[in-house]
């Protein structure tokens, strides 16, 4: 890497020398561009990610009352991605998304992808808009009460909006009349916009009537090969959030309106969370409040561990259905002795816009987002100098630094963004960049200049601040992952 990094930083002060020599008046073309990189890339070089480019319409003063809906509850996760111009708020329960927060989502998503494909795991896509024939056969109309967003099409026909696809997937498979036993088990999954019609949304993204989820279903032979297929999809899950350096427990959980014979949520800790949790603090037991009687306060796995009250966000939730949506269906398949047999089933839900909230309210500082590293906007934030400071001549420097990591770094490429906003202090920049959660924020000042070039480096996970040679820059983003 370092023969290229050379060339690179060689080239960055060739550059710098003839800007300082020749009065760009009298250049035109790419000599003219290279004089201000902040604003225009130079010719036949991919272009930087500019700060003052991004549609990020952030307020990183404050957000005020006035900012929220009316009625609706706020938090730190919110108040923040507020701020940052992450999302927007349309009506109660709904959001913009705007592009910083699709790019988290979309490497959150690409994490699911690996997770639930490693397990087996097929991707595919159905209907929002859901017959109310197949909610009224399972029962489901009537008991999901309100919480459905119901209508109607021209010819009076009932629908709804689906907040989950049990009955959709479900008669998918009972069409396919040629489904052998040697296809089992098998695991469809889908990562959409589900709908509920929350009567009280708040917080943001922690709970709102528009969300993205990912849900996953599955059939098996036998009830034996449905535990099995329910331990793996656990698994995958708690791999998941220990990629993203998240704290998740699995607790027990109550089926609800989904049905089944069991079911674990997968709780982050969290003051604000709505779930009351109770954990033995001698053995792995966990439970969700709802599955225990009011007054029990023994573990009722190891016998003498006292259980402790905690709060948690749910981020996922598992059922074990066995054949009650299969029965209803008719979703059978060709078993060894080439008779129908009806499959078992399981229901595996992630709530991935919720993750991203959540992730923001138990990582972050009051005063700004701290993002799990492998789903962070960008990696990296170059702040060149102020616009007339004595080390002004710099600017070139941190554009090159920027062109130079993408091409030196091939993980970092498109993941490095230059605050071009040249015209504020480094100190309200860097203020802004802790704000925003920029994993790794680089000052190029005077160090940078000097024959042997240094690097400021404030990493914000840790809130260290390091001060690097080109190769210590390079060995340290180097180890940076991404998805």
């Known amino acids: 890497m370092e023969p290229v990094m050379l060339q690179l930083w060689q080239r960055a002060f060739r550059r710098l020398h003839r800007t300082l020599i020749l009065p760009k008046r009298f250049d035109s073309g790419c000599a003219e561009q290279a004089a201000v990189p902040a604003s225009a890339p130079s010719c036949g070089r991919k272009p930087v990610l500019l700060v003052s480019r991004l549609y990020q319409p952030s307020n990183l003063r404050d957000v005020t009352q006035d900012s929220r809906l009316p009625g609706e509850m706020s938090c730190k996760s919110q108040r923040l991605m507020q701020q ?8 109660p329960g709904c959001y913009y998304y705007l592009p910083a927060t699709i790019r988290s989502m979309e490497k959150l998503v690409r994490m699911i992808d690996q997770e639930m494909q490693g397990i087996g795991g097929q991707k595919l896509d159905m209907p929002s808009l859901c017959s109310a024939d197949l909610w009224k056969t399972s029962e489901r109309w009537d008991l999901m009460g309100k919480e459905l967003f119901r209508l109607k099409d021209r010819h009076g026909a009932d629908y709804c909006l689906g907040p989950t696809h049990e009955e959709a997937v479900t008669t998918l498979i009972a069409h396919q009349a040629t489904l052998s036993y040697r296809q089992l088990p098998l695991l469809l999954y889908q990562i959409t916009r589900k709908f509920r019609d929350e009567p009280k949304p708040k917080f943001g993204l922690l709970r709102g009537r528009e969300f993205y989820m990912k849900d996953m279903y599955s059939f098996d032979v036998s009830e034996e090969a449905a535990h099995q297929t329910y331990e793996s999809v656990c698994q995958a899950y708690t791999r998941l959030f220990a990629r993203l350096g998240l704290r998740c427990v699995q607790v027990q959980a109550d089926t609800g309106n989904i049905g089944g014979k069991l079911s674990h949520e997968f709780q982050l800790p969290a003051d604000i969370g709505e779930d009351r949790l ?28 006292k259980l402790v009250e905690s709060k948690g966000i749910e981020v996922g939730h598992t059922f074990y259905l066995g054949k009650k949506y299969s029965h209803i269906f008719k979703a059978t398949f060709s078993n060894a002795q080439n008779k129908p047999a009806v499959a078992e089933m399981g229901c595996y839900g992630l709530g991935v816009t919720r993750i991203l909230a959540a992730a923001v309210e138990v990582m972050s500082t009051e005063e700004g987002i701290r993002w799990p590293g492998l789903i962070a906007p960008y990696q990296v934030c170059v702040l060149p100098p102020k616009k007339g400071s004595k080390v002004d001549e710099a600017t070139l420097l941190a554009e090159e630094l920027v062109q130079a990591l993408g091409e030196t770094l091939p993980q970092l490429r498109g993941e490095v963004v230059l605050d071009d906003r040249t015209q504020m202090t480094i100190g309200k920049r860097l203020k802004d960049a802790s704000k925003l959660g920029y ?12 024959e042997t070039p240094r690097f400021e480096v404030i990493c ?8 690097l040679s080109r190769d210590g820059l390079l060995d340290l983003l180097g180890r940076v992952e991404t998805v």
């Open 278 to 305: 109770l954990v033995c603090g001698s053995c792995s037991f966990s439970a969700n409040v709802e599955t225990m009687s009011s007054d029990q306060s023994n573990c009722p796995q190891c016998k003498t561990g």
């Open 84 to 91: 940052a111009g992450l999302i927007h708020p349309s009506s």
């Open 460 to 467: 914000q996970q840790t809130g260290e601040t390091v001060f």
């Open 439 to 450: 994993p790794y924020v680089i000052v190029v000042g005077q160090g940078a200049l000097e």
